[in-house]
Structure formats: structure tokens, C-alpha cells
């Protein structure tokens, strides 16, 4: 059931983490800032373009870094935070993601690594 359903589960825990960090950094604005939305965004262009979909590894043991080196320190300074309230805010969610990581990725041969590298430099320019 939760198999199907990966890259949806995976929105909902990206945007719940991109929220917690905004209110506690950005307290000033109403809702998301403009940074934040522009990085859930840029997050959920990335799970639809993920190769592996449904079978999706956690970012950190995901063998393809899809995001750009300034975004990807963005969302990793959002985990950062935001990953211990997660268990307090939804706690079946953490508890997914944390069983999303016990789930070694695929390998991939060299060959399709080149290529899939070759297509997400293309990927990447289409914003």
C-alpha cells in the first residue's frame, strides 16, 4: 500500500519539514517565504523526475544527487532541523522514512549511471 504511494509520501514529508523550518526561521512571514516555496517547489520537481519512483531510496542513500550543489544544501539544513520534530509532528511518517532508509537502493551499472547523469544535466536546464 505505502509501496504505491512513495513519492506522494515523500511530498507530504518534505513539505511538513520546509514548514517547520520556515516558522522557526522565518517567523516574520505568513505561511512559507518566498525561499522556502521556491525550494518546495525546486523538492517536488525532483520526486517526479526520480528515476527509481516508487522504488525511491532516502536522499542520503540515493547513488544519483539530483539536486544542485545550492539546493542541496537548502534542504539538507531543513532535514537537519526539521528531522527530530518530525516524530512529534507525524509520527507515522518519520517512522516511514526512517524504514525508507533501512532499504538499500538498487545498483546500477556504470553504463546507465553515464546516461542517466548525461539526461539529468539536461533535466536540470529545463528547470
Given amino acids: 500500500m505505502f509501496k504505491d504511494r512513495r513519492i506522494e509520501i515523500e511530498k507530504k514529508s518534505v513539505k511538513i519539514m520546509i514548514d517547520l523550518y520556515c ?3 522565518h517567523p516574520d512571514v505568513y505561511g512559507s517565504c518566498e525561499e ?4 518546495l517547489d525546486y523538492s517536488w520537481r525532483r ?3 526520480c528515476i527509481f519512483q516508487n522504488e525511491k531510496p532516502t536522499c542520503s542513500t540515493c ?3 539530483c539536486y544542485k550543489p545550492d539546493m542541496r544544501e537548502k534542504i539538507k539544513a531543513v532535514m537537519r532541523y526539521s528531522g527530530k520534530w518530525m516524530i512529534l509532528k507525524t509520527p507515522i511518517l518519520a517512522i516511514l522514512h526512517s524504514f525508507y532508509g533501512l532499504k538499500k537502493p ?3 551499472d ?3 549511471l553515464r546516461q542517466m547523469k548525461k539526461s539529468k544535466i539536461e533535466v ?3 528547470k
Fill in 110 to 112: 556504470k553504463e546507465t
Fill in 63 to 65: 547513488p544519483i544527487h
Fill in 106 to 108: 538498487k545498483q546500477i
Fill in 23 to 25: 516558522k522557526k526561521h
Fill in 124 to 126: 536540470e536546464d529545463d
Fill in 47 to 49: 520526486l517526479d523526475k
Fill in 36 to 39: 522556502c516555496s521556491e525550494l
